[in-house]
């Protein structure tokens, strides 16, 4: 292990920072902690996408107006807005290894409750909860990641994340129209994500701290085991390096998460409106079309697993679409990626809503907004996590993570009970569209691209 050197020779040393974000990139190290981070976002999209088989099948089965069908999905996505945040916050005050793993094991147990209620009181109570724990996994899951993965890659896999997105989604469309056409029961779907969630639980279990968490946190010991052990897996030189001096780490306080919040805004206005606009604008397009495209296909005529197929098959496409973007980030940088592809998709919703009663239209538009969503997805959350320093990753991510949630909560309600009856579904849609125009000219006006950017760790 290496030992603290004279601070007359530190100016010429790299940093303990330094070190890790200049490894090569190896699967058997930084692609395993890629890989188990990468099933928590699986499952994040599986339960979310499992809101849209939900609503049609409860919507059915206890007789639910359109109103009160909107809350299976907006409790869930409010509780996975209030895990967003406290996870996040959590994560940058305890670790992220700890938050890494609690956040699975609160959403199996409650999605177990879930199945096994009779009533939508109930049932909504336990789809909050679920959501609240699993909030916390794209904030968490993207600051342990990134926080290990080498700055030439760090586009590139923090892009590629998201790919498990649509594997999620997908999986969720396809076995959920299996399981429903042949045993007709809502509750199947639900049991099938327990098992294996709670198997990636106990692997979390052994995946190491983030090195610039603990360097962060002034564990100076515990960063440099991990440190060391990243450099000797990585078959790179070992050399020496400096810790840089940190402030003493306050304890986790209901205050003191306020603070974090407060921390985000003094840090810089312009990062975080820019980011809580992205989050919010893009995400609340997103979530409309994953929760409620099975019902307005049902509505429109189609058959109900059919409808499940084609939402899978949406989600399916995106996988291409998160490859275009990892390929694609680190050529064109981050804004003017994020910001075509997301107004692309936005406005490919709007001519689907125009052109649902045009069978061969439907499933073309569908097909392309799974895809160029999924090129604007990975490269926002890519984005996002490198605008803040490692002090405030795990929070400021989290806050716009629960901003967006927030958006798919609230959003999809107000969009099917007030504007859908007021404007129609057509005009509904522009009307979002131009909200994520705004948010994208505000980006490419008042945020900096981060390509190539250095993540630090001692950054006011």
């Known amino acids: 292990m290496m030992t603290p050197l004279a601070n007359s020779h530190s100016s010429t040393l790299p940093t303990g920072e330094e070190v890790v974000q200049d490894l090569p990139w190896r699967w058997n190290t ?34 639910l107006s359109a109103g009160q069908a909107a809350w299976i999905g907006t409790a869930n996505l409010i509780g996975m807005a209030l895990g967003a945040f406290m996870w996040g916050t959590v994560a940058d005050r305890i670790g992220r290894k700890k938050a890494f793993a609690a956040t699975l094991l609160v959403f199996s147990l409650f999605t177990l409750a879930g199945a096994l209620s009779g009533g939508i009181g109930w049932f909504v109570l336990f789809r909050f909860l679920a959501g ?17 993965t080498p700055r030439k890659a760090r586009g590139t896999v923090l892009t590629a994340m998201d790919g498990w997105w649509p594997i999620g989604a997908a999986a969720c469309g396809f076995l959920s129209a299996w399981l429903v056409a042949q045993w007709g029961d809502w509750r199947l779907p639900m049991l099938a994500m327990i098992l294996p969630a709670l198997l990636v639980f106990f692997v979390r279990l052994l995946v190491p701290e983030s090195p610039l ?38 304890p986790l306080t209901v205050a003191s998460m306020g603070e974090q919040l407060a921390d985000l805004w003094r840090y810089s206005w312009r990062i975080t409106t820019v980011a809580w606009s992205l989050f919010f604008t893009l995400m609340l397009v997103y979530y409309i079309a994953l929760q409620w495209l099975p019902t307005f296909l049902i509505d429109a005529g189609y058959e109900q697993s059919r409808a499940f197929i084609m939402t899978g098959a949406m989600a399916a496409v995106g996988l291409l679409g998160v490859i275009v973007a990892a390929w694609l980030v680190e050529k064109t940088g981050r804004k ?6 997301a107004v692309v998709s936005s406005f490919l919703l709007v001519a689907l809503a125009a052109l649902l009663d045009v069978p061969a239209a439907v499933l073309p538009l569908v097909l392309g907004f799974g895809f160029v969503v999924q090129v604007a ?16 990753r795990g929070s400021g991510f989290g806050w716009a993570s629960a901003v967006s949630r927030v958006a798919a909560g609230v959003g999809p309600l107000v969009f099917v009970a007030a504007l859908v009856p007021a404007l129609g579904l057509t005009v509904a849609f522009v009307v979002t569209g131009v909200l994520v125009v705004v948010a994208c000219v505000l980006m490419l006006f008042i945020a900096p691209e981060t390509k ?9």
């Open 452 to 460: 190539g950017r250095e993540l630090e760790v001692t950054e006011a």
């Open 336 to 341: 003017w990626l994020l910001a075509v592809t």
């Open 213 to 250: 968490f603990l360097i962060q946190q002034g564990r100076e010991k515990e960063a440099r085991s991990v440190i060391d052990t990243l450099v000797r897996r990585t078959g790179t030189p070992q050399r020496d390096y400096v810790l840089p001096p940190v402030p003493q780490p306050k």
């Open 30 to 63: 930084q692609g395993r902690i890629f890989l188990i981070g990468g099933l928590g976002f699986m499952f994040d999209a599986w339960d979310v996408s499992l809101n849209g088989v939900l609503i049609p099948l409860l919507r059915e089965e206890w007789a």
């Open 132 to 148: 609240f724990g699993l909030g916390g996994c794209i904030p968490v899951d993207y600051a342990l990641v990134g926080e290990f």
């Open 377 to 392: 997805i990975p490269v926002l959350y890519a984005y996002v996590s490198e605008l803040y320093p490692t002090k405030l």
